[in-house]
């Protein structure tokens, strides 16, 4: 099992910037990606960035250039850059974490991000 911990949501103005952080423990030994779906209100959930063990990344088009995923592999942290946020960016968002691509064996809890127009 893989246990996984988001922090970082909050309220921001348009424009402005967060970080989300996800620390994973457990059996991580058998995690070759992570990453960061979103699910904003009436909407599907949608992946946001992901990354591998090799840190090959991955963006949904909407957060190209604004957006950035990293790493930390001593700390088994994964973190979310979001820079120039909009209105459209709000939404619940939850890491994951899988044997590698957009594959999901764990969810975390999920964090609130509300970007204010």
């Known amino acids: 099992q893989v246990q996984l911990v988001e922090s970082g949501g909050g309220l921001v103005q348009a424009g402005g910037s967060l970080v989300l952080a996800c620390a994973a423990s457990?059996?991580?030994?058998?995690?070759?990606?992570m990453g960061w779906y979103r699910q904003a209100p009436g909407k599907q959930r949608e992946l946001v960035a992901a990354?591998?063990?090799?840190?090959?990344?991955n963006y949904a088009d909407s957060v190209k250039g604004r957006f950035t995923i990293s790493r930390d592999s001593a700390k088994n942290t994964v973190y979310l850059q979001m820079n120039g946020l909009k209105f459209e960016d709000t939404a619940v968002y939850y890491c994951?974490?899988?044997?590698?691509?957009?594959?999901?064996?764990?969810w975390g809890k999920g964090t609130l991000v509300t970007v204010s127009a």
């Open positions: 994951y974490a899988g044997p590698g691509g957009n594959a999901v064996d764990y």
């Open positions: 457990g059996s991580i030994f058998t995690i070759n990606a």
């Open positions: 990354i591998t063990n090799n840190r090959r990344t």
